[in-house]
Structure formats: C-alpha cells, structure tokens
C-alpha cells in the first residue's frame, strides 16, 4: 500500500473555528490533492500541489487554503468553518503517468 | 456540463452478471483512471489506462480515445464488488477530475 496519511480521520468542529487537516506521505510523489466528497456531487478538487511550495486552486477553493513547506506534507485549513464545509475530505498523491493513490479520507462535521 | 460523465449512475445485478460501466470524457487526456470505493471505504485504483485494453482478474477495463470513452467490466460479478466505482481523467495539468461515480450493487 502506498504510504499516505490523512488526520485527524474524524472531526467535530464549531462554526467560524478555524481546522487543519493534515495529508502525510512517505512516497516521494510530485503532486498532491484535496477533494471533498459529498453525495451527488462526487469528487470535487479543493487544491492542489505540484510542488514544495507551489499550489493551485481547484473548482471548490473559497473558504480553504493549503500549504506545502515539505514534500511529504500537505495542509487544508478551512480559514472559518461553515456548515456547508461539513463534508468527507481526501487526500490523494501521484506523479505524472504514474497511479493515483488515496488517503483512507477525513471526516469533518461543522456544527 | 461535467467533463466527465459516468452511466449508469446506479445499477443492481444478480450475482454471476456481466456489468459495464461507462464513462465519457470531454476534454484532451493524458490518462484515464477507474477506482473503487466501498461503502465507508477507502478510494482504491484499480486500473489507469492511456490506451487499448487491460485486465486484472474479472475485471477488464478499455479506452478508446478518438471516441473520448472508457469502460470497465466485470465478469462473473460477486456481492464483494458492490461499490462505487469512479472515473476520473488526467489533463495535462496533472489535475485528476473525477465522474459522479456508479453505485453498483451485487445481489447473491
């Protein structure tokens, strides 16, 4: 299995609390993702990072920022968490032709 | 529109069915990727294709690129391969986007 870690696995939060989620790999990849999943809607792209320090936005960025100051580490923050946030959160890893490979996902309920 | 399209969107078989799964694309790829999700699961890959035709066991997935379509079968199909399954397509930014997925449920 590839080496990729995504914590906390669960999170309750309130609303306007700032969170952090944490996306951990041992594999050496290029790039690294954020979705969120959410029934109806699929995977949607938060951000992404191809790259220490070099980020993109996805189709569904307001309201979260990322950072990659290491290779094996890429932070989602949700700034001020909304409701509409509460969501199941993954983390994926590849290099270019190469497999995607996916987190076991991040939990958050904003209430 | 989504860039990605996947039918059907929910399917039931009877253990032992032939299952096709579709996917169709709009967009210049570099790859085409099918996944696997089962319920409160992890996303697992199960194939990435760029041409032609692969097989892992019963499962069979194909891609035809001047048509921007992809599909993936499963022969024999078992109450284990109940899940969602997922196309997603690789632009030449890197960025995954991924299909609605197809909720595939196998009854014994």
């Known amino acids: 299995d590839a080496g990729i870690t995504q914590s906390p696995r669960h999170k309750v939060t309130e609303t306007g609390t700032p969170v952090t989620l944490r996306c951990h790999q041992t594999?050496?990849?290029?790039?690294m993702y954020w979705y969120r999943q959410d029934p109806g809607h699929g995977l949607r792209l938060i951000h992404y990072?191809?790259?220490?320090?070099?980020?993109d936005k996805g189709e569904v960025s307001d309201g979260y920022s990322v950072s990659r100051s290491k290779t094996e580490d890429f932070l989602l923050t949700l700034e001020s968490a909304t409701s509409s946030q509460t969501s199941v959160y993954f983390c994926?890893?590849?290099?270019?032709?190469?497999?995607?490979?996916f987190g076991q996902g991040t939990r958050l309920t904003v209430v | 529109k989504n860039e990605v399209e996947q039918s059907p969107q929910n399917l039931t078989a009877q253990e032992g069915e032939f299952i096709t799964i579709n996917c169709s694309y709009s967009?210049?790829?570099?790859?085409l990727h099918w996944l696997q999700q089962h319920p409160g699961g992890g996303i697992v890959s199960l194939f990435m294709?760029?041409?032609g035709k692969k097989k892992h066991g019963r499962l069979i997935a194909t891609i035809n690129i001047q048509e921007k379509h992809s599909s993936l079968h499963i022969t024999a199909s078992h109450p284990r391969d109940s899940a969602v399954y997922i196309c997603?397509?690789?632009?030449?930014?890197?960025?995954?986007?991924f299909g609605t997925g197809t909720r595939l449920q196998v009854f014994p």
């Open positions: 994926a890893i590849s290099e270019r032709g190469a497999e995607a490979f």
């Open positions: 594999e050496n990849h290029r790039y």
């Open positions: 990072s191809y790259g220490v320090k070099d980020t």
């Open positions: 967009v210049g790829i570099s790859a």
């Open positions: 294709l760029s041409s």
């Open positions: 997603a397509v690789r632009r030449g930014t890197d960025k995954l986007i």
